[in-house]
């Protein structure tokens, strides 16, 4: 009975180690390069912006020029970031932005998990 005990959790801390190798949180810092508003026909639902320095991302979506576009839910939480990120490309300020790549859609495009404004040094 200890040995059956043994093995089933074995098995369980095994999947649990399994299911998390694969993702991970990324992070660029860098100037938002564009942002762009997709609609269904695309096959991308979400508000987009790109960020300069932002080249891999685990299994994020990268796109012709090498830069992982990074998606922005469209709820309350994704408005607020939206709103910091659009701000910030107007006024061509630096930010920090994460993404986790186990959060994306069903084209791997990843969705923004954080945006902080970063302050330039003087």
Do not use: R
């Given at each position: 009975m200890e040995k059956i005990l043994?093995?089933?959790?074995?098995i369980v801390t095994m999947l649990g180690v399994c299911s998390n190798v694969y993702s991970g949180v990324y992070s660029a810092t860098?100037?938002?390069?564009?942002i762009k508003m997709?609609?269904?026909?695309?096959?991308?639902e979400g508000r987009a912006f790109l960020?300069?320095?932002?080249v891999e991302a685990g299994n994020c979506y990268v796109d012709d020029?090498?830069?992982v576009p990074i998606l922005?839910?469209?709820?309350?939480?994704g408005k607020e970031?939206?709103?910091?990120?659009?701000?910030?490309?107007?006024?061509?300020?630096t930010v920090?932005?994460?993404?986790?790549?186990?959060?994306?859609?069903?084209n791997n495009y990843c969705y923004l998990s954080s945006i902080d404004v970063v302050k330039s040094a003087e």
């Open positions: 043994i093995s089933i959790m074995a860098g100037k938002i390069k564009s997709t609609d269904q026909s695309l096959s991308i960020i300069v320095d932002l020029t090498g830069v922005i839910k469209n709820d309350d939480k970031q939206y709103s910091m990120a659009f701000s910030s490309y107007m006024s061509d300020k920090k932005v994460k993404v986790d790549d186990s959060l994306h859609d069903v």
